[in-house]
Nanobody
């Protein structure tokens, strides 16, 4: 059974940066799709970024392109978030277990993944 644990969230001012980490145990992230999602109060959970292809090409939600960077190192996935905005405030979740695919947008769909972490709160406020 794969277990995912997120860390690195917190309170940051607009324009600031945070780096989220997601450590996996019980499985090897390298062989599956991995993704980051977020859910703001009263809103649906949305895909933010993912790595779903075997060559490691990242894919991003339009609103975070140029500001967020996803990376993977062994069994840890990172999300570097720069130039944060108040609208980025949400609980951020990592996900794992999806099939590798060349259809990158599939990685931003909740149903693509089998395993989820419990989330890490990110609050962007002055």
């Amino acid at each position: 059974q794969v277990q995912l644990v997120e860390s690195g969230g917190g309170l940051v001012q607009p324009g600031g940066s945070l780096r989220l980490s997601c450590e996996a145990s019980g499985g090897n992230l390298e062989f599956y799709s991995v993704g980051w999602f977020r859910q703001a109060p009263g809103k649906e959970r949305e895909g933010v970024s993912c790595i779903v292809s075997s060559d490691g090409t990242p894919y991003y939600l339009d609103s975070v392109k140029g500001r967020f960077t996803i990376s993977r190192d062994n069994n840890t996935v990172f999300l570097q978030m720069n130039n944060l905005k108040p609208e980025d405030t949400a609980v951020y979740y990592c996900a794992d277990g999806g099939t590798l695919t060349t259809n990158l947008p599939l990685g931003l769909m909740k149903g693509w993944y089998d395993y989820w972490g419990r989330g890490s709160q990110v609050t962007v406020s002055s």
